[in-house]
């Protein structure tokens, strides 16, 4: 199986939160995966049946694109080491998704989206700080400028993350899924292009991240980061 992946100006660098969901679900379902490295202007490079993002898997002849869609086709493919279990799993899963995606992700994008920028290829920068700019009607450096009071916010939004850690190892209990996987990539992604740590070390979250970060032979601990 391949796998277009996001990286920086070092094509080893990958740190799109929704390609750290896909390479942790295939690290899961013991799923071999070779990675493409691929950037923001890079469309044409990607096979037919994408939707101009990432991650875009290619499977034999069948094409996947969107991290949600890629993990209910490894589910229904290479149904060993389920990533949901049953619909009910399917559907908080998606919860989670949406909860990330529309809670956590525009508090982290306005912490370190001018570090994202700073670790792009230079042929990349010009269009990331368009469109984002576009996006946050406002300048990168402007976006990030109250970080650290941001920071406060994003940690008081990970309070029911927080609560069910308290009681459980993963969020699937008592080993991860794809809904831990959801909410590792969110965090992985600042952790990959920024110095500003989001987490606090004596948290919950912050084991939590790490005992992902330690599995399928540190996969998550050994990304290159870009520290700016």
Not at 42 to 57: A, E, F, Q, S, W
Not at 66 to 72: N, T
Not at 94 to 119: C, N
Request: hydrophobic share 40%.
């Amino acid at each position: 199986m391949q796998m277009y992946d996001l990286a920086g100006a070092d094509e080893n660098h990958r740190f799109s939160p929704y390609c750290w969901r896909t390479r942790m679900a295939c690290a899961h379902k013991g799923v071999p995966l070779a990675t493409i490295p691929w950037r923001f202007t890079d469309k044409d490079m990607l096979p037919r049946g994408n939707n101009g993002t990432v991650p875009v898997i290619v499977d034999g002849d069948t094409v996947i694109a969107d991290s949600w869609k890629i993990a209910v086709y490894l589910d229904e493919h290479y149904p060993d080491r389920p990533l949901f279990g049953c619909e009910a799993a399917r559907g908080a899963a998606l919860l989670i998704k949406h909860w990330t995606e529309r809670s956590l992700h525009p508090l982290i994008t306005r912490m370190v989206v001018r570090d994202v920028w700073a670790g792009l290829h230079e042929t990349d920068q010009p269009y990331f700080r368009e469109t984002r700019e576009r996006r946050l009607g406002k300048p990168l450096e402007e976006a990030v400028a109250n970080r650290e009071e941001t920071r406060t916010r994003f940690r008081e939004a990970l309070e029911p993350l927080r609560a069910l850690l308290a009681e459980q190892a993963f969020v699937c209990g008592r080993a991860p899924a794809y809904a831990d996987y959801i909410v590792f990539g969110t965090l992985q992604w600042p952790r990959c292009v920024s110095g500003f740590e989001l987490l606090d070390p004596a948290d919950p979250v912050h084991a939590w991240r790490q005992r992902l970060l330690d599995m399928y032979d540190g996969l998550g601990e050994r990304a290159v980061r870009h520290v700016s």
